[in-house]
């Protein structure tokens, strides 16, 4: 009985022991459940935060891109698109406005494309001054005739390109037929000059005591030849032998010495021998015979060459002069070719004219550069300096500006006008610029440049509302840019642009008002 009271206590004590356990596991959970919830809490009300900050920035955004002029959103039309939205495979800024026309409204339209020119800005035509072009002195030649004669042919005509060394006129002269006939003679005395000096040696007679000496040195020269076989034969020999030990290297180089004598004395007998030959002495008579052949031959050589030489001088080519060798061969014309390359600016002589030594028959001038003379003011002059660029526009182009440098200013000041001459050297493409054209000239002050603007056709220049705008190709044909610009005064058709544009942009010209009432259609409010 003792033992079952026992027992039942035991068991309502481990009972009651597992409920408190039960009880303290209870209370850790919910101690670790309470602590999530506060975190919770504490995203949600960063993400509102940040969600209503980010709302508040896209609806700013949404209504400084699509609002009209009255402030209200406007829809955007069909032919109009934003950024990437352009068929253009070029990527367009963010609100970058474009206008993209079908196929069909592409081929009606007919558009016509104009580069955006350059001119003087508002700021640079106050100090523009006037100039005029001229040729660049440097690179003018006139095309003389060395010759006196008759103009046969002249085929320089005025404003022509020519080549280098290409004909410019044919004169016939007596002189060089003349001068040609007395080159053949006396070329051909030349010859028989020398063959009577050659024939003078073979005929001379040499004296007996030369041949004596000769032979000598000959007999000398073949025994010694024969000792240096003999020397030879003993050094070849000797190699081997020392090679296996009969000889002494002692004996060996004995031997090698008298090689080296033997080849020596060689030597020396041939020297000799030569000497003799050239000693040889001549009979007093051949001798005289044979000086006078040899003065008469370089004198013939002296005279062919100073004709040869006038011959060059009066024009004729060196080819010409080598290939000379028959009477068939003489020609009284002779070609005038041209010196440089460039255009026939003057020609002065036609043909059956008669002309002196170095008459003038035309000059020909290399246009590719040209100079532009300005006349500035004696208070202007020390904005100058040489070196310093200079831009150019004439009337004759008037979307296109050339720039150059100024290569010298005159010294002199003009009393009347105080004045002096400024000169700008510059290209000249296609020879655009012509002699004597009337030109106006920006130069570019000490630090600082030339004040330039581009220039826009009228033509391309549209207005929605109170904007001037322009529209601008793109590499898709069918996608035109919009771009609002600024414009100065108008001149000549042609607006100077302030800002919005640049030199060298394509742009819309003919066909840009219907570019512009494309747009309208579904954009009547405007920008």
Do not use: C
């Not at 104009?114 to 660049?136: L, Q, R």
């Not at 000169?423 to 000239?441: A, C, D, F, H, T």
Request: glycine share 6%.
């Amino acid at each position: 009985m003792n033992n079952e009271k026992e027992d039942r206590k035991n068991a309502e004590l481990g009972e009651e022991e597992g409920i408190e356990n039960v009880a303290r596991l209870d209370a850790s959970f919910e101690s670790d459940e309470a602590e999530p919830p506060i975190v919770s809490k504490r995203r949600v009300a960063v993400f509102g935060i940040a969600g209503v900050i980010l709302f508040g920035i896209l609806g700013i955004a949404a209504y400084l891109l699509y609002r009209g002029e009255d402030g209200k959103p406007v829809a955007a039309p069909r032919n109009i698109s934003f950024g990437n939205k352009s068929d253009s495979d070029e990527k367009l800024p963010a609100g970058e406005r474009t206008v993209t026309l079908s196929e069909n409204q592409l081929k009606a339209a007919n558009l016509k494309i104009a580069t955006v020119g350059e001119t003087f800005d508002g700021a640079a035509v106050n100090s523009v001054t006037t100039g005029v072009v001229e040729a660049n002195e440097y690179e003018e030649t006139p095309v003389i005739s060395q010759v006196s004669g008759v103009v046969k042919r002249i085929s320089a005509e005025l404003g022509h390109f020519v080549r280098r060394g290409q004909t410019i006129a044919v004169v016939s002269s007596e002189e060089l037929a003349q001068t040609q006939s007395k080159y053949l003679s006396m070329k051909a005395e030349l010859n028989e000059a020398h063959k009577r000096y050659k024939r003078a040696l073979n005929l001379s007679e040499v004296s007996e005591e030369s041949r004596n000496e000769l032979d000598k040195t000959n007999a000398n020269l073949k025994a010694r030849e024969a000792k240096l076989t003999e020397a030879k034969s003993n050094y070849k020999r000797s190699q081997k032998l020392v090679k296996i030990g009969a000889i002494s290297k002692r004996e060996f180089e004995q031997v090698t010495a008298e090689l080296k004598v033997a080849e020596a004395n060689v030597r020396e007998s041939s020297n000799r021998f030569t000497r003799a030959r050239k000693l040889l002495k001549i009979n007093p008579v051949r001798r005289n015979e044979i000086d006078q052949f040899l003065t008469k031959v370089r004198k013939m050589e002296a005279d062919v060459a100073s004709v040869r030489e006038k011959l060059l001088v009066l024009g004729l080519p060196k080819g010409s002069i080598k290939s000379l060798n028959s009477p068939k061969q003489i020609s009284a014309d002779l070609p005038i070719t041209s010196p440089i390359s460039g255009t026939v600016t003057e020609r002065i002589a036609n043909k059956g004219e008669v002309v002196s030594v170095n008459a003038k028959l035309a000059k020909v001038t290399d246009l590719s550069t040209v100079w532009v003379i300005g006349q500035v003011y004696e208070k202007d002059l020390g904005k100058l300096r040489m070196g310093s660029g200079a831009s150019i526009k004439s009337d004759a182009y008037p979307n296109e500006l050339f720039r150059g440098n100024i290569s010298y200013i005159d010294p002199n000041l003009d009393e009347k006008t105080r004045t002096a001459q400024v000169r700008v050297e510059l290209s000249n493409p296609n020879q655009k610029l012509k002699m004597g054209m009337y030109v106006n000239i920006s130069y570019s002050r000490i630090g600082g440049s030339e004040k330039t603007a581009p220039l826009v056709p009228k033509d391309a220049v549209q207005s929605i509302g109170n904007q001037k705008v322009v529209f601008e190709v793109t590499s898709d044909p069918k996608v035109f840019i919009i771009r609002p610009i600024k414009i100065g005064q108008e001149k000549d058709g042609s607006y100077p642009a302030i800002e919005g544009i640049f030199v060298g942009d394509k742009i819309v010209t003919d066909g840009s008002f219907l570019l512009r009432a494309e747009f309208l259609k579904t954009n009547s409010a405007g920008f």
